[in-house]
Structures are given as C-alpha cells and as structure tokens.
C-alpha cells in the first residue's frame, strides 16, 4: 500500500537535516536543509515585514495540484503548512533564478522553463473548487496599493513618488490601468500567484523542474502568471547582460510548453511584475535612489513599446 503524499512528505522532514543556505527579505524568508538519503527541504515563511500571510493552505486543492504530476518536464510541488511557513520536499538545492545569477545562460535552463510553461496550462485547466481561493494575488495587491499611493512603508511611497514624477503622468496612469486590469479582470483561473523563478527548483540529475506553489494560489486572469515570469526574464535580461536571442530562447520554451503566448500586449504584465520588484526591492529590503533612477527609465521604455 502506497502512504499519502503528506505523511510520506511529513517522514522526508522529519528525517536528520542539515541546512545548506538560508536568505531573505522583510517580505520573504527561505531555509534550504538537505536531508539524509537525499533531496532537500525548502522552507519559506512570511518575512517581518510581510503585510499579508501565505494564502490558506486547502487539502482538497494541494491534492489536485499534486496529482497533475510531471507536465512536460515540470511539476507542481505544493506546500506542507507548518504553522505560518510551507515545507516543501525537492530533489533540488539551487533555483533556475539561482543558476541564472551565479551561472548566468545555459541551454540546459530551456527545459526547465518548457516544463514550468507546461505545468502553469495544466494547473489553469482546473476547475476550481467551492471553496477557491483568493480573487488576486498578494503581488497584485502589493502593486496595485503602491500604484494607488497606498504605500506602507516611508521609503517604498519616496519611491512611488519618484517613479511616477520620472515616468510622467501618461505613462504612469497606463502603469497603473495594466496593473487594475489584472485586479479586476473577472475571466480568471486557478493560478499560481507569482510563479517566479525563484520557485523553480531544478533537480541537477534529472532536470526536472519543481515549481513550488500553494502559497500565492489564487484566481486570476492566466495573463497574469505568464505576464510574472516573462518580467522576470524581461528584467534578468536588462540586468545581466548578455546575448539577447538566447534569453528569448527561454521566453520561447515558456510559452511553447504553455501553449499561448501575450501576443502585441507582452509588455504589460512584465512592466507591472517589473515595478512590482522594484517596490518589494524598496520597501522590503532598502532605499536605493539611483535604481529607482535605473527602473524608472527601463519601465518607460517597456511602456511605450
């Protein structure tokens, strides 16, 4: 007889642990232990300065994310709640973010973001339950605040400030309707919430992709877990360097596993993603005028494509 997915995941964390890294912002806190026999354990809580906890874990919908299974290279890997953190069990240690910033391109990262496109249209395709989650995501709600100068933190409303007297009134009030539309769009799916490629793990051995999830899960439009991570390549892009066409490269595998690309509207969901970071950077980590300065010119430029 097979145990559950839960009690076989209560056993991997219970077993002995050694923590390999641990970092963190005032918004998000991550420890990576390995475990004996092999594998490691994610754990991720709400930093101090987190204006809102990890969405409600549900048993009903972890289930149904687990037996999506692996879609295309990639699977979902839903949280176990332990108190306010989620415990997550994979075979990885680094994240493609991770390889991205120490290692910089390799082709080997394109099936990890086939696979990612993969699971993210899977998890869109179900029904959600009764009891569905949310009806945004809490980087939706972060954003969409800022954007409205509903800023809780001193330094991210200087940075608001900044931002919209550099950007212009024009382009900050499209800023601002791209990000209400994914508020208030009504044609949403069960979604991710912020699919970031800090959340996907990367097993070395195997090159399966983990795509850790449970702690955003909400419903949005499907626009905008996509829209999450091409920003994220958008900005890596700008702020690594490098040869343009094989950064595409893993914009083309996203969108080829997932099936459905943004069309002529790209820009709009990365620009909101983009200045998102540039919030969560601000108001969870530290006031730097001159990236303010940085974002600001790269966000009007992904504005008036």
Same mark, same amino acid.
């Given at each position: 007889?097979?145990?559950?997915?839960?009690?076989?995941?209560?056993?991997?964390?219970?077993?002995?642990?050694?923590?390999?890294?641990?970092?963190?912002?005032?918004?998000?806190?991550?420890?990576?232990?390995?475990?004996?026999?092999?594998?490691?354990?994610?754990?991720?809580?709400?930093?101090?300065?987190?204006?809102?906890?990890?969405?409600?874990?549900?048993?009903?919908?972890?289930?149904?994310?687990?037996?999506?299974?692996?879609?295309?290279?990639?699977?979902?890997?839903?949280?176990?709640?332990?108190?306010?953190?989620?415990?997550?069990?994979?075979?990885?240690?680094?994240?493609? =973010? &991770?390889?991205? %910033? #120490? /290692?910089? *391109?390799? +082709?080997?990262?394109?099936?990890? !973001? $086939?696979?990612?496109?993969?699971?993210?249209?899977?998890?869109?395709?179900?029904?959600?339950?009764?009891?569905?989650?949310?009806?945004?995501?809490?980087?939706?709600?972060?954003?969409?605040?800022?954007?409205?100068?509903?800023?809780?933190?001193?330094?991210?409303?200087? =940075? &608001?400030?900044? %931002? #919209? /007297?550099? *950007?212009? +009134?024009?382009?900050?009030?499209? !800023? $601002?309707?791209?990000?209400?539309?994914?508020?208030?769009?009504?044609?949403?799916?069960?979604?991710?919430?912020?699919?970031?490629?800090?959340?996907?793990?990367?097993?070395?051995?195997?090159?399966?992709?983990?795509?850790?999830?449970?702690?955003?899960?909400?419903?949005?439009?499907?626009?905008?877990?996509?829209?999450?991570?091409?920003?994220?390549?958008?900005?890596?892009?700008?702020?690594?360097?490098?040869?343009?066409?094989?950064?595409?490269?893993?914009?083309?595998?996203?969108?080829?596993?997932?099936?459905?690309?943004?069309?002529?509207?790209?820009?709009?969901?990365?620009?909101?993603?983009?200045?998102?970071?540039?919030?969560?950077?601000?108001?969870?980590?530290?006031?730097?005028?001159?990236?303010?300065?940085?974002?600001?010119?790269?966000?009007?430029?992904?504005?008036?494509?």
């Amino acid at each position: 007889m097979t145990a559950p997915a839960t009690e076989v995941q209560m056993d991997m964390t219970a077993a002995a642990q050694v923590q390999v890294d641990r970092f963190g912002t005032g918004l998000l806190q991550t420890t990576i232990s390995a475990v004996e026999g092999g594998g490691f354990v994610w754990t991720r809580y709400p930093g101090p300065l987190a204006p809102a906890p990890f969405s409600a874990a549900n048993p009903e919908p972890d289930a149904r994310l687990a037996a999506i299974g692996t879609a295309g290279g990639a699977r979902l890997v839903p949280g176990l709640p332990r108190g306010e953190a989620r415990i997550y069990h994979v075979a990885g240690e680094q994240s493609v =973010a &991770g390889h991205l %910033l #120490r /290692e910089g *391109l390799h +082709p080997d990262l394109e099936p990890a !973001l $086939r696979g990612m496109g993969c699971a993210l249209a899977a998890l869109h395709a179900l029904t959600p339950s009764y009891d569905r989650p949310p009806s945004t995501s809490r980087g939706l709600v972060r954003i969409d605040d800022w954007l409205k100068g509903r800023a809780l933190q001193v330094r991210a409303a200087q =940075a &608001g400030a900044v %931002l #919209r /007297e550099r *950007l212009g +009134p024009a382009r900050w009030s499209t !800023l $601002r309707a791209w990000s209400a539309r994914a508020v208030e769009d009504g044609d949403v799916v069960l979604a991710h919430g912020a699919p970031g490629l800090g959340s996907l793990v990367l097993d070395p051995s195997s090159g399966v992709a983990e795509l850790l999830i449970g702690e955003d899960l909400c419903a949005t439009p499907w626009y905008a877990d996509l829209g999450w991570v091409i920003g994220e390549i958008v900005e890596l892009t700008w702020q690594l360097g490098g040869e343009p066409r094989l950064w595409q490269r893993l914009t083309d595998a996203l969108v080829d596993g997932y099936g459905r690309d943004l069309g002529a509207e790209w820009n709009h969901m990365a620009a909101v993603r983009i200045a998102l970071h540039l919030h969560d950077y601000t108001a969870y980590v530290g006031w730097n005028p001159s990236e303010v300065e940085r974002y600001a010119s790269f966000l009007g430029f992904l504005i008036d494509l």
